[in-house]
């Protein structure tokens, strides 16, 4: 069973663009929502997170979107960068208790020059 | 300076052996976890220490063992190697209880049995 689904699977965009990466969870006990950035070769990297009594985040050039009826949230990427090219990973868990994260299957960014 | 190392980066490995994977943090964090991640870049969790004890063990098979000496280091043991081990292995430490479950990531080790 998949907890976290994220689409699309890979994402093409020309730089400047506002590529968008959507995440469905399915456990209401999730209270942390982070998105990771992974480069190749690397191993992955805490971009941005958002816990459920904030519909917003923003920081710099990347914003989490979170609508907590519709169980979703989404990352967004302001004015896209060709260094921005990487996999990007949803995640959730709760708090207090294991605390494991539960990631969605990843998006594959690719920011054309 | 590396706050997350593990060693060794590559393994290649006949089916059959016996490896091990070695993760050390020199973060002061209180919780180390492994994860698997396969060939489609799916990343799970496999096992959890807190403060050396075992604190999350996902459906793992009982080949892999981890065991964790102290809090800054956290190591796997893997028996009778088969090819479906294949993968990269992540170590990962946090602050358990803190303010934020931010967890850092080691570099991988990349497992290839063969």
């Known amino acids: 069973q998949q907890q976290v689904k994220q689409s699309p699977q890979s994402l093409i965009v020309q730089k400047g663009g506002i590529p968008i990466i959507n995440c469905a969870y399915e456990n209401t006990a999730f209270d942390y929502f982070p998105w990771y950035q992974q480069f190749p070769g690397k191993g992955p990297a805490l971009l941005i997170a958002?816990?459920?009594?904030?519909s917003e985040k923003k920081e710099g050039r990347f914003t989490i979107s979170f609508n907590k009826s519709a169980k979703q949230f989404s990352l967004h990427i302001m004015d896209s960068q060709p260094g921005d090219s990487a996999t990007y990973f949803c995640a959730a868990s709760t708090q207090g208790g294991s605390e494991k994260l539960v990631f969605g299957k990843g998006t594959k960014l690719t920011v054309n020059p | 300076d590396t706050a997350v190392s593990q060693t060794p980066k590559y393994l290649v490995t006949q089916m059959g052996n016996d490896k091990s994977i070695k993760c050390e943090q020199n973060?002061?964090?209180?919780?180390m976890y492994w994860y698997k991640q396969d060939s489609k870049k799916f990343l799970k969790i496999m096992f959890s220490y807190n403060n050396k004890e075992l604190i999350i063990n996902e459906t793992v098979p009982n080949r892999f063992s981890p065991k964790s000496p102290d809090k800054a280091h956290l190591n796997l043991h893997i028996n009778s190697l088969e090819l479906g081990d294949s993968a990269v292995y992540f170590c990962a430490s946090s602050h358990r209880g803190g303010a934020n479950n931010e967890q850092f990531f080691g570099p991988g080790t990349r497992l290839t049995v063969l």
């Open positions: 958002i816990r459920p009594d904030v």
């Open positions: 973060l002061g964090h209180d919780t």
